[in-house]
């Protein structure tokens, strides 16, 4: 059965995104902070990580079949410019398909149906490999559907005060986790817990 994950790199007070969509300059410094070369699907876009950070990326990435995102993500990426980063089929949870693109391609398709169905298709386009889906809200929806199988943290040093939370106001808390599995970085701690069963 195909694994569900969320991840997000997390300052230490829970929050992914700062008030008003500010905070990425020190969540994502990482990405940037050392010498390894890590290519991403976008031949403009190279990461500069450390061995131990780039080793975990890769990992994910290689194991990664499928994403599945929100329509507020994928507006505020543009669509990524037409293909997401990690070069994988990306499923778009949303209310109202958008008017400039197909429904289905092969980069994107856009699910009207809930979260059951948005994973469910993204699970068939991830074959024997896990699905991703963007932490916050596609993530506590997931976590309240008995979908979420992991939950990956990238744990960066920053306070940020108030902006997006990883998980907020979830039905069935407390969620008990098992782990973590822990990874040091530069200016990061890669965490991965399992989500425990009843």
Same mark, same amino acid.
């Given at each position: 059965?195909?694994k569900?994950f969320?991840?997000?790199?997390?300052s230490?007070?829970?929050?992914?995104? !700062?008030p008003n969509?500010?905070?990425?300059?020190h969540?994502f410094n990482?990405y940037?902070?050392?010498?390894v070369e890590?290519?991403?699907?976008? #031949?403009?876009?190279t990461?500069?990580?450390t061995e131990?950070?780039a080793?975990h990326?890769?990992e994910?990435?290689?194991?990664?079949?499928?994403?599945?995102?929100g329509?507020?993500l994928f507006d505020?990426?543009?669509?990524?410019? !037409?293909?997401h980063p990690?070069?994988?089929p990306? =499923?778009v949870?949303?209310h109202?398909l958008?008017d400039?693109?197909?429904?289905? *391609?092969p980069?994107?398709s856009? =699910?009207t149906?809930?979260i059951?169905a948005?994973?469910?298709r993204?699970?068939?386009l991830? !074959?024997?490999?896990i699905v991703g &889906?963007? !932490?916050?809200n596609?993530a506590?929806q997931?976590?309240?559907? *008995?979908?979420?199988?992991e939950?990956w &943290?990238?744990?960066v #040093?920053?306070?940020?005060g *108030?902006?997006v939370?990883?998980?907020?106001?979830l039905?069935h808390? #407390?969620v008990?986790?098992d782990?973590?599995?822990?990874?040091?970085?530069?200016d990061?701690t890669?965490?991965?817990?399992?989500?425990?069963r009843?």
């Open positions: 059965m195909t569900v969320t991840g997000a790199s997390m230490l007070d829970g929050y992914i995104a !700062g969509e500010t905070g990425f300059e969540l990482w940037g902070n050392g010498e890590v290519p991403t699907g976008d #031949p403009n876009m990461l500069h990580m131990a950070s080793n990326f890769r994910l990435a290689d194991n990664t079949g499928a994403l599945v995102v329509r507020r505020l990426m543009n669509g990524w410019g !037409g293909a990690l070069n994988r990306v =499923v949870l949303t109202n958008p400039d693109w197909p429904a289905e *391609g980069n994107f856009f =699910v149906e809930g059951e948005a994973v469910d993204a699970k068939q991830a !074959g024997d490999k &889906v963007n !932490g916050g596609i506590r997931c976590l309240d559907a *008995g979908l979420l199988d939950i &943290v990238e744990l #040093p920053v306070l940020l *108030g902006g939370k990883f998980f907020d106001q039905e808390a #407390p008990l986790l782990g973590p599995e822990i990874t040091e970085g530069k990061v890669h965490l991965r817990y399992r989500v425990r009843a």
